[in-house]
C-alpha cells in the first residue's frame, strides 16, 4: 500500500523553544487507512493538523502528502487534501450553494463533476433544502456539514479532519462514518482527531496517541493493548498512557 | 499568478466584502433587511450630501477664480493628491487587517492557491472600496473641470479609465510597506505591538515625507511662489511634487493634444498595471512569511498560590466589563490603532499644516489672532471631536460579534453592561487630557485652571455624544464582520454616531457664540455646555437603559 501521509520529525515549539507543541513526530498513514489521532487538550493534535494543511509552519521535519512536500508543493499538497477545522466558521454572508461553488472553484472541480457530487454529498448530510439560505442562518451542526461537503468536492486522496464529530446530530454522524468507510474503500486516507474513543475504536484502523506533543503510542487497538497494562477499552489504555 | 482562481477569489471577496449575496437574497426572499439596507444607503447619501454639496461649492469657486490664469487644471492635480494620499493612510489599516487579520484567512490557506492569488483577492476587495472614499474628492474637480471646457466624449472616457487605476498605485504602496513590515515583524508574542508601531512609522514617514516634498525653499518663499504661479505646467509640477503620478493624471486630462494626453494615461495606467506585477511577485515571497506564525501562547508559567492571589481581582461587574472592554481595546492591533492611537495621530493629521507653519505663517501667529475665549471653546470643542473620532462605542456591540452570546448569556443586567462600556469610553477619553495639557505647554497659553476646566467640560461634552453611539449600536448592532476593521469601517453606527455627534458639536458651538456674541459671560456659557451636555446625556441613557434589556434579549447573533 502507498504511504498518502508522511511525516518525519515534525516539530514546533512556541516561546523560543519553552514549550515544546510538537516534538519530532514521525507518522505513516497509507492508502486505505482510517487513522485516528488522539491526545488530551493541549497536546498537540491540533498544532500537528495545521502544519500538516500548511497553516502553520513547522520548526524542523517535513510532511508529505502523496509524495509532495508541503513545503516544496504547497499547492499539490493543498490539491490533495480536503480539510475539515474544529471550528465551522464559514462565509455567513454567502449562501450554501454559493460556498459550495467557490470550493468547486478553487479545487478546480468541473461543472459536469460537480453538480452530481453535490447532490449526493447534500443527500448524504441532508442539506438540500438550507443549500440555498444564507449561512449566517445556519445551526452549528449545519455549518459542520457544508464545510464537511466542500472539503469532499474535490474527491481528495487525503481527508484530515478535526474533531469532526462535535455537533453533527446522530444522523449526520452516521453518515460521516458510512463515507468515511467508503472513502477507505475506494484507497483514500482518512486522518481525524477526536475526543471520541468510542469511535476511534470502532472505526479506525490505526490509531496514535499524543501526549505533551510526543507520540506516545501507535499501532492498532490490539497493539496498543499489548503495549497498556489493563488491556482492555481505548478508553483505558488512553487514561493510562496519558496519565490522566 | 493563475488567473482563474485569482478571479474566482476576486468574485468571493466582493460577494463578501458588500453583501451582495445577502442582498440579493433578502429580495428573493421578500425579507425587510433588504430594503433596510437600501434605506441605510439612501440615508447616508443624504446625510453626506450637505457636506459634498459644500465641497462642489468650493471646487467651483476656486476653479471660477483661477480662470484664465490658466492655473485651473491645478485642481485636478490637488484632488488626485488628495484621494491617493488618503488611500495610502487609510489602506494601511484597511490592508493590515484584510490581509492578516481577517476571518477567512486559515481556511483560504489551506486551499490550493498560491499566495499572491489571495492577496490579489483581497486586494482587489479593499480597491473597490477605496473607489468609495475617492469618489467624494476627485470627482468633483475632474467634473467642474469637464464641464467648464465642454470636456467631450474622450475627456469622460479618459476620467473613468483614471478614475479606476487611481487607488492602485497607493493601494500597491500601502501593500508593500504593510507585507514587510508583517514579515519582519513576525516574531512571537510582541507581533502585535510591534507590527502597531510599524503601523505608526509608516504613517510618520508619510507625514514627514509629504512635508519635505512641498517644503518651500527657505528665505525666497514669496519669489518661489510668483515663480510658480507664472507658469500653470510648475505649478502642477509643484502641487505634484507630493505624488508624482498626479501630473500624469493632469495632463492626461488638460494636456493640449490628444496624443500628449494618451501617452499621460498610458504612462499612469502602465505604472499602475507595473505596481500590481510588482505586488503580485512581492506576494508570492513575502505574504505567507508574515502571515504564517501560528497563535502563539503564553509561556505557561506554573502559578503559584501568592501569584495566583495578586492575579486575581474581584471587581464591581460594571468596572469589570469597563476593563474587559479595554484590555480588548488594546490587544487586539485594529482597535488599538482606530479607537486609541487615532486620538495621537487626529491631532497632528488636523494641526500639521499649523504646527510645520505651512504658508510661512507659524501656530503662534495664529493662535494670538484668536478670542481667548473662543480659544477655550475650542478647546472643549476638541475634546468633544476627539471624542467622535474613536469609535470606541459606536463599534463596542458589534466588536463583539458572535461573542455576543456572551453578554446575552452573564448574570450582569444590560443596563449594567452598557454603563461598563460607557465607563471604559470614559477611560478612552481621558486620553485627550494629556493632549491639552501638552497644546497648552507647546502653543496656547492656558493656565491650569483652564485646563481643568476645559478637561472636565470635554468629558460632560463626551457624555451625549458617548452615550448617542452607544445607543446606535444597541438599535442596530453589526456583527457578520469578516475582520476587525470591517467591525470598524463597515459599521454604519461609526458613521451615524460621528455624523450625529459632528452636528451636535456644530450646533453647540454656533450657539455659544451667539451666546458669546449677547454679551454673556463665558462662564455661562461654559455653565451652560456643561447642563445641555448632562441633560441631553441622561436622555439617551435613559433611553437606552429602557429598550436595553429587550434588545439583549431579542438580539440573534
Not at chain 1, 458510512?178 to 482527531?193: A, R
Request: hydrophobic fraction near 50%; include cysteine; charge should be neutral.
Amino acid at each position: 500500500m502507498i504511504k498518502l501521509i508522511e511525516i518525519k520529525g515534525l516539530s514546533k515549539s512556541y516561546n523560543r523553544g519553552e514549550i515544546k507543541a510538537v516534538a519530532d513526530l514521525d507518522l505513516n498513514v497509507k492508502s486505505g487507512e482510517i487513522f485516528g489521532f488522539l491526545g488530551p487538550n493541549g497536546a498537540g493534535k491540533t498544532t500537528t493538523i495545521k502544519m500538516m494543511v500548511g497553516l502553520l509552519k513547522p520548526d524542523k521535519g517535513s510532511v508529505s502528502i502523496g509524495g509532495f512536500d508541503i513545503k516544496e508543493s504547497p499547492i499539490e499538497v493543498k490539491k490533495r487534501i480536503g480539510f475539515v477545522p474544529d471550528q465551522p466558521e464559514v462565509y455567513e454572508k454567502l449562501t450554501g450553494i454559493e460556498y459550495l461553488d467557490f470550493m468547486a472553484d478553487a479545487y478546480g472541480v468541473s461543472r459536469e463533476d460537480r453538480l452530481p457530487r453535490m447532490e449526493k454529498l447534500l443527500e448524504t448530510f441532508q442539506m438540500e433544502n438550507s443549500v440555498y439560505d444564507l449561512i449566517q442562518s445556519y445551526s452549528h451542526g449545519m455549518r459542520q456539514k457544508i464545510i464537511l461537503i466542500g472539503s469532499l468536492l474535490h474527491e481528495p486522496e487525503v481527508i484530515i479532519m478535526d474533531e469532526p464529530m462535535t455537533g453533527l446530530d446522530p444522523r449526520s454522524s452516521h453518515a460521516l462514518k458510512e463515507m468515511m468507510k467508503e472513502k477507505c474503500e475506494e484507497g483514500k486516507v482518512m486522518f481525524f482527531s477526536t475526543h471520541v474513543l468510542e469511535v476511534a475504536e470502532k472505526f479506525c484502523h490505526r490509531v496514535g496517541i499524543i501526549n505533551k506533543g510526543k507520540l506516545i503510542a501507535l499501532g492498532t487497538l490490539e497493539e496498543l493493548q499489548k503495549v497498556a497494562q489493563r488491556r482492555s477499552s481505548l478508553e483505558n489504555i488512553f487514561l493510562e498512557l496519558t496519565g490522566s | 499568478m493563475r488567473w482563474r482562481p485569482f478571479w474566482n477569489l476576486v468574485k468571493l471577496n466582493i460577494k463578501i466584502t458588500f453583501g451582495f449575496s445577502a442582498w440579493l437574497y433578502y429580495f428573493r426572499k421578500r425579507d425587510r433587511r433588504f430594503w433596510g439596507g437600501l434605506g441605510i444607503f439612501a440615508i447616508i447619501l443624504i446625510s453626506i450630501a450637505p457636506l459634498f454639496y459644500l465641497y462642489l461649492r468650493l471646487v467651483q469657486e476656486t476653479t471660477r477664480g483661477l480662470a484664465g490664469t490658466g492655473l485651473e487644471s491645478v485642481i485636478i492635480t490637488s484632488g488626485a493628491i488628495i484621494a491617493s494620499i488618503l488611500v495610502l493612510v487609510l489602506g494601511i489599516a484597511y490592508v493590515i487587517s484584510a490581509f492578516y487579520f481577517a476571518n477567512d484567512l486559515d481556511f483560504l490557506v489551506s486551499l490550493p492557491f498560491k499566495p499572491a492569488e489571495i492577496l490579489g483577492g483581497k486586494y482587489v476587495g479593499v480597491l473597490i472600496s477605496e473607489y468609495l472614499t475617492i469618489a467624494p474628492f476627485f470627482i468633483p474637480p475632474v467634473v467642474v473641470y469637464g464641464l467648464n471646457i465642454d470636456g467631450g466624449l474622450f475627456y469622460w472616457l479618459f476620467f473613468a479609465l483614471i478614475f479606476l487605476f487611481l487607488p492602485v498605485i497607493p493601494l500597491v504602496f500601502a501593500s508593500l510597506g504593510v507585507m514587510v513590515l508583517m514579515s519582519l515583524t513576525n516574531l512571537g508574542r510582541k507581533k502585535d505591538l510591534l507590527r502597531l508601531l510599524g503601523m505608526i512609522l509608516i504613517l510618520v514617514i508619510v507625514m514627514v515625507a509629504n512635508f519635505y516634498l512641498t517644503r518651500l525653499p527657505e528665505g525666497e518663499e514669496m519669489e518661489f511662489i510668483m515663480g510658480i504661479m507664472e507658469d500653470p505646467e510648475g505649478l502642477i509640477a509643484f502641487t505634484g511634487r507630493t505624488y508624482p503620478p498626479s501630473i500624469w493624471i493632469t495632463r492626461a486630462l488638460t494636456a493640449e493634444g490628444w496624443g500628449s494626453r494618451l501617452i499621460n494615461l498610458l504612462l499612469f495606467s502602465g505604472v499602475s498595471f507595473l505596481g500590481f506585477g510588482v505586488l503580485m511577485v512581492g506576494a508570492d515571497r513575502l505574504f505567507f512569511q508574515g502571515l504564517i506564525g501560528g497563535q502563539e501562547i503564553s509561556a505557561g508559567k506554573k502559578i503559584t498560590p501568592g501569584l495566583l492571589e495578586k492575579k486575581v481581582r474581584a471587581r464591581n461587574p460594571i468596572v469589570s466589563i469597563a476593563f474587559k472592554e479595554i484590555k480588548i481595546l488594546i490587544r487586539v492591533p485594529i482597535y488599538l490603532f482606530n479607537s486609541i492611537f487615532i486620538l495621537i495621530i487626529a491631532p497632528i493629521a488636523l494641526f500639521f499644516p499649523l504646527i510645520i507653519g505651512a504658508g510661512g505663517v507659524s501656530i503662534d501667529e495664529y493662535i494670538k489672532l484668536v478670542d481667548p475665549e473662543l480659544l477655550f471653546l475650542g478647546g472643549v470643542g476638541f475634546f468633544g471631536l476627539m471624542t467622535l473620532f474613536g469609535p470606541a462605542l459606536s463599534s463596542s456591540i458589534s466588536r463583539e460579534g458572535k461573542l455576543f452570546r456572551i453578554s446575552q448569556l452573564i448574570p450582569i443586567p444590560p443596563n449594567q453592561q452598557l454603563l461598563g462600556k460607557i465607563l471604559s469610553g470614559y477611560l478612552v477619553s481621558f486620553l485627550v487630557i494629556p493632549i491639552v495639557f501638552l497644546a497648552a505647554i507647546l502653543y496656547i497659553p492656558w493656565t491650569l485652571g483652564e485646563i481643568i476646566l476645559i478637561s472636565l467640560l470635554g468629558l460632560l461634552l463626551s457624555l451625549p455624544l458617548m452615550s448617542f453611539s452607544l445607543l446606535l449600536d444597541l438599535l442596530r448592532p453589526y456583527f457578520t464582520w469578516q475582520n476587525p476593521q470591517q467591525a470598524i469601517k463597515q459599521n454604519m453606527n461609526v458613521l451615524f454616531a460621528m455624523i450625529g455627534g459632528f452636528l451636535f458639536l456644530a450646533g453647540l458651538g454656533w450657539s455659544s457664540m451667539q451666546l458669546l456674541e449677547t454679551g454673556l459671560s463665558l462662564g455661562w456659557v461654559n455653565f451652560l455646555i456643561g447642563v445641555v451636555s448632562l441633560i441631553l446625556g441622561g436622555i439617551i441613557m435613559l433611553i437606552m437603559f429602557r429598550i436595553a434589556p429587550s434588545r439583549y434579549q431579542n438580539i440573534s447573533v
